[in-house]
């Protein structure tokens, strides 16, 4: 795939074609980074590339989240498969990278390969609820089921192995079940080792998108009035207004923050002053974790894994007989 047969063309929007992006040398430039988001810049690289990269973010670097549930006693509304679908949801705080693959068969598990997770929690009348309270929180104990509840129990030797391991969920607050008195869940969770593409609780992301870089001209000064009906066409931060010389003038300030939104064309005056272009080797990515890994290395996971790919596309290629 090249660049000119890049899909998703906008109308209003042309290429931003330089000779320069041929000679550009690729980079990376992280432009933020605050908690599990990080936003940062691919420049110099084809669109093929980036959404490779993108993809594997989505589906092939790997994390730890429950796959085996076994279920002792479950007396709430919730049934036997629903609960364990939620619980292989819930994000599990632990790095993929000290596990092995589970065999395909194994039952058990091992110490290299499987955590142990345990939910057992039974609820109760609350003997010093007021009588004419009406309020859950107040007439019961455990009524809430959330993920704070689930432990690990340490399988073989995991004890020593991990000696400063705090494995848990990411939340403490995902509310798995609702109980009444009487009713308790007692099951026993086994965590393995697995890719998105297998199924999407081993995703390590929430979201892993990218766009290109606006370009935004203005083809000849726009002033006064004009200048403030251009500056309510873009984003916030997008267009700014100076006062030069008495007159209200318009100037790009921060193409980047542009959402290709063409509300420009819609004014008679404007359409022919402006020229909207993006830059198609210059791809802003946004990257949010689910907690697990931070952002930045799930990124570092997500290069190593391409660079595999890349290698072993290389070696196919080596061990081919030449005709």
């Known amino acids: 795939v090249h660049t000119t047969d890049f899909p998703g063309n906008y109308p209003g929007y042309e290429d931003a074609w330089d000779q320069r992006r041929f000679e550009e040398a690729f980079r990376v430039d992280v432009i933020r980074e605050e908690g599990d988001t990080l936003e940062f810049d691919m420049v110099g690289i084809d669109a093929a590339i980036a959404n490779a990269f993108r993809r594997i973010l989505l589906a092939e670097v790997p994390t730890m989240a429950v796959e085996k549930v076994f279920v002792y006693n479950n007396t709430s509304i919730v049934q036997d498969e629903i609960l364990a679908h939620r619980l292989g949801l819930i994000p599990i705080r632990a790095d993929p990278r000290l596990f092995e693959y ?50 690990w129990v340490p399988l073989g030797n995991q004890t020593d192995l991990f000696p400063d391991a705090d494995f ?10 609702l109980l009444r008195p009487g009713q308790e869940i007692d099951v026993l969770m086994h965590c393995v080792k697995g890719i998105g593409k ?126």
């Open 168 to 177: 848990r969920p990411v939340h403490d607050d995902i509310l798995i079940a």
């Open 198 to 323: 297998d199924h999407a609780k081993f995703s390590p992301v929430a979201t892993a998108s990218y766009r290109l870089l606006p370009d935004i001209t203005l083809l000849q000064p726009i002033e006064d009035e004009a200048a403030e009906t251009l500056q309510k066409c873009f984003s916030p931060g997008v267009i700014e207004i100076q006062n030069i010389n008495g007159k209200k003038v318009a100037r790009v300030a921060n193409a980047r923050l542009d959402t290709f939104s063409r509300e420009v064309f819609r004014h008679e005056g404007l359409k022919n002053l402006v020229r909207l272009a993006r830059v198609r080797n210059h791809y802003i990515f946004s990257v949010e974790s689910t907690g697990i890994l931070p952002p930045d290395v799930l990124v570092s996971e997500a290069i190593k894994i391409l660079m595999g790919k890349c290698q072993r596309f290389l070696n196919e290629l080596d061990s081919v007989p030449m005709e």
């Open 102 to 151: 589970r065999n395909q068969g194994d039952q058990e598990g091992t110490e290299i390969d499987t955590l142990q997770f345990q939910l057992k929690i039974k609820c109760k009348r609350n003997p010093q609820a007021a009588k004419e309270s009406s309020d859950p929180d107040e007439l019961y104990f455990n009524h809430k089921v959330y993920s704070k509840h689930m432990t």
